[in-house]
């Protein structure tokens, strides 16, 4: 393939930036989370900035896999957003009772910036994700201050 | 030694894509590295790219060689408009359509041998060979 | 493998990052062309940064394509910088013969990112220095002390 089979993962200063393109199947999924959270210990990311502007749909898994991907970033440190969520894709979830179980969100790449490095400089804080449908929890999530 | 000849027919430029991954995983398979695997790729990009751009159609056969020695080698086929000069179109920059050149000095770079057999107004023969070093 | 027609163009601060993880045809490459230049009239963005890591080759037209693209946004006033650009592609289009002409390469977005930022520093003092040369000279004239 003229493209590598991953979903790159730049850093930009301590954030990860990641422009999901394809629509994400389980083993995409599996290996993005892994990449993600790769990533996050190898750069010590502070935040990551998954931007989904262009998918056309977001079930609940792609749901499930984002939040659950923001629950271990957390236990690594660091905090995930969820840029640019297509309008449609928000009302599809409102009407099919979803949740994104509170994980970050933001219209724009450039406000999910702003967001971390407030966040960064202690203007707000550490947002609990909770468990969403089917998923086991281990152990809560501490707050941070 | 694999047998086999994977054939493209280059009809739309989706084709080209087919191509050259085709020669890429051949070249995989073959024991080439990721840089000559690249070189490979690359290279039938340009030149399955050129059948398409200046002849519409064609086809490209893409088979393990072993003569003088184990490799990969790509043929491109089609009944264009041909070549008028070789030589020129072998020299860098040169060019009668849209795009900048043929692609075939860089072709020609990125292989280890590159054979022209062509007849204006009947069509073009281009086959190009990388071997595996030892 | 579903797939959105469009390459997302992303705005950060005074810049865009685009990540390009697909084969380039024709009219995509034209689309992504064009997508560029209006975002960056829209945004009136002072640079562009072009993610190819996820790019295992790049032959003459996509070269072309992103060449020809830093040429037009140089009238638009904005720097293109392309990074991520993998060992085996640097090597190759060297080979090919393809010149990149002016445009600008960074190992990777973080420092793509820090050219264009030392790059605006550097467009701003010298009309600042010029405006203070002159305030001076005017000064002077007027035989104030």
């Given at each position: 393939m003229v493209q590598s089979s991953a979903i790159p993962i730049p850093k930009l200063k301590e954030f990860l930036i990641v422009s999901i393109q394809v629509d994400l199947h389980d083993k995409m999924a599996e290996q993005l989370q892994h990449d993600i959270l790769k990533r996050i210990s190898e750069t010590n990311a502070k935040g990551v900035l998954v931007d989904i502007?262009?998918?056309?749909t977001v079930d609940s898994f792609i749901g499930r896999t984002l939040a659950e991907t923001a629950r271990m970033a957390g236990i690594l440190d660091a905090e995930l957003v969820i840029v640019g969520m297509p309008p449609s894709v928000a009302s599809t979830f409102v009407e099919l009772g979803l949740?994104?179980?509170g994980v970050r969100t933001a219209i724009n790449l450039d406000e999910g910036f702003d967001m971390l490095e407030a966040y960064l400089k202690g203007e707000i804080r550490h947002q609990k994700i909770s468990a969403t449908e089917g998923e086991d929890v281990v152990g809560d999530e501490t707050d941070k201050d | 030694m694999l047998w086999e000849m994977k054939l493209i027919k280059i009809r739309e430029e989706a084709d080209i894509l087919k191509a050259r991954n085709a020669a890429k995983v051949m070249a995989m398979d073959m024991g080439f590295g990721l840089v000559d695997q690249t070189r490979i790729a690359t290279a039938v990009s340009e030149l399955a790219r050129n059948v398409f751009t200046y002849a519409g159609e064609g086809e490209v056969q893409i088979q393990e060689d072993?003569?003088?020695?184990r490799g990969i080698k790509v043929t491109f086929i089609d009944r264009g408009p041909g070549i008028e000069d070789v030589d020129l179109a072998l020299?860098?920059?040169?060019?009668?359509?849209?795009?900048?050149?043929?692609?075939l000095p860089g072709a020609k770079r990125l292989m280890d041998s590159l054979e022209i057999e062509t007849q204006p107004g009947k069509g073009t023969t281009v086959t190009v060979e990388k071997w595996l070093s030892d | 493998m579903l797939q959105n027609a469009s390459i997302p163009i992303l705005k950060l601060k005074e810049f865009l990052i685009v990540s390009i993880q697909t084969d380039l045809h024709d009219r995509m490459a034209e689309q992504l062309q064009y997508d560029i230049l209006h975002r960056i009239s829209e945004t009136n963005a002072k640079g562009v940064l072009i993610d190819i890591?996820?790019?295992?080759m790049v032959d003459s037209f996509i070269g072309r394509t992103l060449a020809d693209t830093a040429k037009m946004a140089a009238t638009l006033d904005a720097d293109i910088v392309i990074v991520g650009m993998q060992p085996a592609v640097a090597i190759t289009l060297v080979e090919l013969g393809l010149s990149m002409g002016e445009v600008r390469t960074a190992i990777n977005l973080d420092e793509g990112y820090e050219l264009l930022k030392e790059e605006l520093v550097e467009e701003t003092p010298q009309t600042d220095e010029a405006e203070s040369v002159a305030a001076e000279a005017e000064e002077d004239d007027n035989g104030s002390v």
């Open positions: 502007s262009v998918l056309e949740s994104m179980g | 072993c003569k003088p020695q020299t860098d920059g040169f060019s009668t359509g849209r795009s900048m050149g043929k692609g | 890591s996820a790019l295992e």
